[in-house]
């Protein structure tokens, strides 16, 4: 397995920003998908944003225009970058990176859950 170590969450007042890291430890061969999701209380788990390993990034149509996501291929650490935040992005952020160990075998890690509550 590939830990994930997540960090950047908080409080913060609508309007402004955050940014949230996740970085991949370990024998990592190749990371293919490195993306976001968040869960709010009451409702299902969605995808946030990604990014593939060429660089093509992937955004839900609620943070559009707010948010970016950015990796370090380097680093095998992955960003979100958030700004004018709203009521409606507070959640629990969670990490999660697809890959492979070796040629043979994949891996799917998933990071521990960072908050971000959003104050109106």
């Known amino acids: 397995q590939v830990p994930l170590v997540e960090s950047g969450g908080g409080l913060v007042q609508a309007g402004g920003s955050l940014r949230l890291s996740c970085a991949a430890s370990?024998?990592?061969?190749?990371?293919?998908?490195m993306g976001w999701y968040r869960k709010a209380p009451g409702k299902q788990r969605e995808l946030v944003a990604s990014?593939?390993?060429?660089?093509?990034?992937n955004l839900s149509e609620s943070v559009k225009g707010r948010f970016t996501i950015s990796r370090d291929n380097a680093k095998n650490t992955v960003y979100l970058q958030m700004n004018n935040l709203e009521p409606e992005d507070t959640a629990v952020y969670y990490c999660?990176?697809?890959?492979?160990?070796?040629?043979?075998?994949?891996?799917?890690?998933w990071g521990q859950g960072t908050q971000v509550t959003v104050s109106s």
């Open positions: 990014i593939i390993n060429g660089g093509s990034t």
């Open positions: 999660n990176v697809q890959g492979q160990i070796d040629f043979a075998r994949r891996f799917v890690s």
């Open positions: 370990g024998s990592i061969f190749r990371i293919n998908v």
